[in-house]
DNA sequence: GTGAAATATGCAAACGTTTTCTTGAAAAAT
DNA sequence: ATTTTTCAAGAAAACGTTTGCATATTTCAC
């Protein structure tokens, strides 16, 4: 399995090493004959250069860190892959890695990172604190946030625009006639969460709606979430609202699967909407009206400003804000 | 943002910068108050150990390439959670990319892999054909095949058994009262595919049914696949079939788009069996029975496999296959 | 108190590249 | 024909580690 070197190359080619380097890399000092020797030898011997010797002398390994909560996420699933396609085109690798939303280990993997000597990161942050944890991290390597608001915060991220996205879909609900609008999910878990609450907020201020939240005290994340809490709100007495915003597509899917079994019909009975547009929300029989994240573009500008940041050796930080689009399905109606 | 060497460390410490080194590898031929010393020094100085220099001289990056058709795509996001768990908790991390099924794009990535002196490779193949393309790469870098059954092929692979799952569809079909059981998917595409086919073929010989399939021209995959196929299935004259045994769980995900188009009650009017247990089959009101594959056991001995070769450097292979189990919910009935 | 054994530390090679500097030869200009 | 210029190729340093070997110091047995 002993790897071929540049060194066996030039043996065989009889030139010295450096001159196969030069061969390889497309530099001009070089006959045109050699070359072409160099070149048919090397596939001969089925030479492959050594990414991580390179490395060590360009002091670049052009590989970059993502940091998720869990590829096994539906929105971040979507986004890695975007990321690594975006990545691939600008010549990067992607080292993978989940924090499981565990601070400690975050800040672990960020240390492992550095040493694999990463050009940058890719960061979906594991919690709100997760700034104030690595800012002395910071300052040692390139990083970029995603998918949350960092709002003052002098650090770059990317991120689609929460609190505009809550407007958009409180105005969505007002216009089909609903006047009594749950807002369902976190208010303090992160600041995605936080600027999702307050637009909904600015927005029922704006209508002269009064908000109205249902206590969260649970837990469990997720689809999980969405389902004990929600059950819990059916099984109470009269209900007092004719819609649900929720804060995202999985506690909506929990919702759902808890009306589903109290034999509340969606939307007839109810209607819900969603955040983040996950892949499963399109899927027949489910088909959740919710406010889009693009991930795409959420990635393309991810890259865009890391790979800026690398190359130029940027101090500096940009905040850059993607806004939402509505994405109409069945899971709200008319009223 | 120069990171600071095990040569600043060793100035600071007054020593020299081999003692540095075996301060922190733990070698035991130093003296427990100069450890100390240095120890204390790194943190000081915010040392962190330049993995890729290290790799250099272990010759070993402790990088495993995982080669996915693609992240976005439920079954292999799931896979690629466990996968990286795995990973981390034997010291190795994951540099991703995804084939999107093309096979020239695979090769490239193995030889990016390789270049990238990664100490293994993860495959998930783009196509039955992957084999034989890559066959060269195959003796200069452990691999393992993942989810694919390569059958008599000299090389490792973990697969779940696919011809088995089939037969124990069947037959809970067959025990639920079904006589006539559609085979809906690809039946060359894969080796996978092939073996269930098979599964189904012989289950369907023994239980003296006949074989019914449904022809599969349409190239487009998966949710739209299945979706197209069953629309034309739907509206030919009379049905002659009460359930229908779908290839993979995004087939029939499909399927029941179609069917709730149709006004085609599931599982009412037609029994659905899927294949893999994606995570969205499990999902409210979607509620899929099939087959799973142990996503979670797969890259564990996926991993067990290929860090043993690794280690040992084995040159032979060895094939494990995972026996599949019924997952039952609410897609199919008695009749 | 001498020699041997054990222990702690330093030196330097090696890993496979890229790149600067140098050299030698050929081409061009005088 | 000589000098200058251009060009191709080699030599060697550098990147940041680990580790075998050499060396200096301490410990121990006699």
Redesign the interface.
């Known amino acids: 399995?002993k790897?071929v070197t540049i060194k066996d190359v030039a043996k065989a080619a009889g030139v010295s090493y450096s001159t196969v380097s030069r061969a390889l890399s497309g530099s001009r000092e070089i006959s045109h004959d050699t070359r072409e020797r160099i070149l048919q030898v090397c596939k001969e011997m089925?030479y492959?250069?050594?990414?991580?010797?390179r490395?060590?002398v360009m002091k670049s390994?052009r590989?970059l860190g993502?940091i998720l909560t869990?590829?096994?996420?539906?929105f971040m699933?979507?986004l890695?892959?975007?990321i690594?396609?975006e990545a691939?085109m600008r010549g990067y690798?992607?080292?993978?890695?989940?924090s499981s939303r565990d601070m400690d280990q975050e800040r672990e993997l960020f240390?492992?990172m550095?040493?694999?000597?990463v050009d940058g990161i890719l960061l979906c942050p594991a919690g709100p604190g997760s700034y104030e944890r690595l800012r002395?991290y910071l300052?040692?390597?390139p990083t970029i946030f995603i998918g949350e608001n960092l709002r003052e915060v002098p650090e770059s991220y990317v991120s689609v625009d929460n609190f505009r996205g809550a407007q958009i879909g409180v105005e969505y609900l007002y216009n089909l006639g609903h006047r009594d609008i749950l807002y369902f999910g976190r208010r303090r878990n992160s600041t995605t969460h936080q600027l999702r609450a307050e637009g909904y907020a600015a927005a029922c201020e704006r209508l002269g709606l009064t908000p109205m939240y249902c206590n969260n005290t649970f837990s469990s994340t997720s689809i999980r979430y969405g389902y004990d809490l929600a059950k819990q709100l059916f099984s109470q007495q009269e209900r007092r609202f004719s819609a649900i915003f929720a804060a995202t597509d999985t506690n909506a899917?929990?919702i759902?699967?808890a009306a589903?079994?109290m034999g509340l019909q969606i939307p007839q009975d109810l209607s819900l909407l969603g955040f983040d547009n996950i892949?499963?929300s399109g899927?027949?029989?489910?088909e959740l009206t919710t406010i889009e994240q693009p991930k795409q573009l959420l990635a393309n500008v991810a890259l865009d400003t890391l790979v800026d940041k690398i190359q130029n050796?940027l101090s500096g930080y940009s905040h850059r804000i993607i806004s939402p689009a509505l994405i109409e399905r069945n899971s709200c109606r008319k009223i």
């Open positions: 399995m790897n089925n492959t250069v050594n990414t991580v010797a490395s060590m390994t590989l993502l869990s590829v096994n996420n539906p699933s979507e890695a892959y975007y690594d396609q691939h690798n992607i080292i993978l890695c989940n240390e492992l550095i040493g694999r000597q002395p300052s040692r390597i899917l929990g759902m699967q589903e079994e892949r499963d899927l027949p029989r489910i050796e």
